[in-house]
Protein backbone atom coordinates (compact mmCIF):
# COMPACT_ATOMS: atom_id res chain seq x y z
CA UNK A 1 0.00 0.00 0.00
CA UNK A 2 1.14 3.62 -0.85
CA UNK A 3 2.95 4.85 2.61
CA UNK A 4 1.21 8.53 1.94
CA UNK A 5 -2.31 6.54 1.04
CA UNK A 6 -1.84 4.69 4.56
CA UNK A 7 -0.87 7.80 6.23
CA UNK A 8 -3.47 10.15 4.66
CA UNK A 9 -5.95 7.27 6.64
CA UNK A 10 -4.28 7.59 9.81
CA UNK A 11 -4.83 10.74 10.07
CA UNK A 12 -8.42 10.66 9.53
CA UNK A 13 -8.55 7.54 11.59
CA UNK A 14 -7.46 9.71 14.57
CA UNK A 15 -9.55 13.22 13.58
CA UNK A 16 -12.48 10.28 14.03
CA UNK A 17 -11.39 8.99 17.50
CA UNK A 18 -11.14 12.51 18.69
CA UNK A 19 -14.97 13.45 16.87
CA UNK A 20 -16.58 10.46 18.47
CA UNK A 21 -14.86 10.77 21.48
CA UNK A 22 -16.01 14.69 21.75
CA UNK A 23 -19.82 13.24 20.75
CA UNK A 24 -19.60 10.49 23.43
CA UNK A 25 -18.38 13.28 25.87
CA UNK A 26 -21.11 15.63 25.19
CA UNK A 27 -24.05 12.48 25.68
CA UNK A 28 -22.41 11.59 28.88
CA UNK A 29 -22.95 14.72 30.23
CA UNK A 30 -26.47 15.52 28.99
CA UNK A 31 -27.19 12.02 30.55
CA UNK A 32 -25.80 13.31 34.00
CA UNK A 33 -27.63 16.59 33.61
CA UNK A 34 -31.09 14.92 32.92
CA UNK A 35 -30.15 11.89 35.96
CA UNK A 36 -28.98 14.83 38.39
CA UNK A 37 -30.68 18.13 36.91
CA UNK A 38 -27.16 20.17 37.35
CA UNK A 39 -24.38 20.23 35.02
CA UNK A 40 -21.25 18.25 35.58
CA UNK A 41 -18.39 18.87 37.99
CA UNK A 42 -16.31 19.72 34.60
CA UNK A 43 -16.22 23.10 35.63
CA UNK A 44 -16.13 23.95 38.98
CA UNK A 45 -18.04 27.14 39.79
CA UNK A 46 -18.52 26.57 43.51
CA UNK A 47 -16.30 26.77 46.45
CA UNK A 48 -17.97 23.64 47.80
CA UNK A 49 -17.06 20.51 46.06
CA UNK A 50 -18.69 17.05 46.17
CA UNK A 51 -15.47 14.99 46.11
CA UNK A 52 -17.23 11.94 45.13
CA UNK A 53 -19.74 13.68 42.10
CA UNK A 54 -16.56 15.31 41.15
CA UNK A 55 -13.93 11.80 40.91
CA UNK A 56 -17.00 9.42 39.84
CA UNK A 57 -17.69 11.77 36.82
CA UNK A 58 -13.95 11.95 35.94
CA UNK A 59 -13.04 8.43 36.42
CA UNK A 60 -16.61 7.97 34.05
CA UNK A 61 -15.98 10.34 31.72
CA UNK A 62 -12.18 9.40 31.20
CA UNK A 63 -12.37 5.75 31.06
CA UNK A 64 -15.30 6.06 28.33
CA UNK A 65 -13.52 8.58 25.91
CA UNK A 66 -10.23 6.58 26.55
CA UNK A 67 -11.82 3.40 25.82
CA UNK A 68 -13.78 4.83 22.51
CA UNK A 69 -10.64 6.32 21.17
CA UNK A 70 -8.41 2.91 21.61
CA UNK A 71 -11.33 0.81 19.90
CA UNK A 72 -12.01 3.22 17.06
CA UNK A 73 -7.98 3.55 16.54
CA UNK A 74 -7.19 -0.39 16.98
CA UNK A 75 -9.85 -1.35 14.51
CA UNK A 76 -8.98 1.66 12.03
CA UNK A 77 -5.28 0.30 12.19
CA UNK A 78 -6.72 -3.86 11.22
CA UNK A 79 -8.85 -2.44 8.25
CA UNK A 80 -5.53 0.37 6.87
CA UNK A 81 -2.98 -2.62 6.98
CA UNK A 82 -5.71 -4.94 5.46
CA UNK A 83 -5.71 -7.49 8.80
CA UNK A 84 -9.00 -7.23 9.78
Partial sequence: M???NE???EVA???GAFA???LLKRILEEGYER???E???NAIKDE???WGKLLGWAIVSGVSAASLKILIKRYG???IRGIG
Fill in 2 to 4: DTS
Fill in 7 to 9: RVK
Fill in 13 to 15: LAV
Fill in 20 to 22: ASY
Fill in 35 to 37: VYH
Fill in 39 to 41: EPP
Fill in 48 to 50: EIN
Fill in 77 to 79: AKK
